[in-house]
């Protein structure tokens, strides 16, 4: 990915659901707003953070006991927007025989922890994954690289995807806004639902079957 596209997928905000910031306001070439203050702040700093690891903990046996329940093997996990790789060990821990490819834009993070640069919209491999996981990073993208994105997903795995985001609806009556990061585009979850329904299965708790795939869920377990 060129360096131009990594910093336009991380440049242009809105914050809350109104004002838009230019470009400008966080200038490429001089400012990489995902650098160690960032990362302190959203997810290192006991108190300032917005989750423990007992969190990703237990996500990480969520998506592994329901990907058991639909005999669906894991053994290629790619984490798109992994940050500090919060859910790396996590994950390893349940997928025992799994190989994890933690995938971030932000060039403090990929240098410090060692990921491959890109971005949600934009990354690609030869061999694909059998589960996909992208978590609260589409917001922090604009519509057509959202888009992009989730489009993306299916190029990636004709498995599982693991996708959470913070929508409208989160923001006014979910999270903490002193402690989330406001600085995004918020959408309405529908949004998001209209454009994975072509080519998922949600079956619920932020978990999306590939269409295609041919483990069976039934009528009340899968569904937008």
Known sequence: MSAQNAKSCALHRKIGPWLAFSPARFPGDTVDRFDANYYRRYYQDRR??????EYYRRLARFIASYSALLDISIVRIADLGC??????????????RASYVGVEQSAYACQKFGWKQSCASEFTAELGFDLVVCHDVMQYLDDKRAAKALTNFRLLTDKLVYFSVLTEEDWRRNVDQDLTDGEVYLRPANWYRRRLKPSFTNLGGGLYLAAGNDAVVYALEGGF
Request: net charge neutral; hydrophobic share 40%.
């Open 83 to 96: 940050g500090t790789g919060a859910l790396q060990n996590p994950l390893l821990a349940e997928f025992k």
């Open 48 to 53: 300032t953070r917005v989750a423990d690891p």
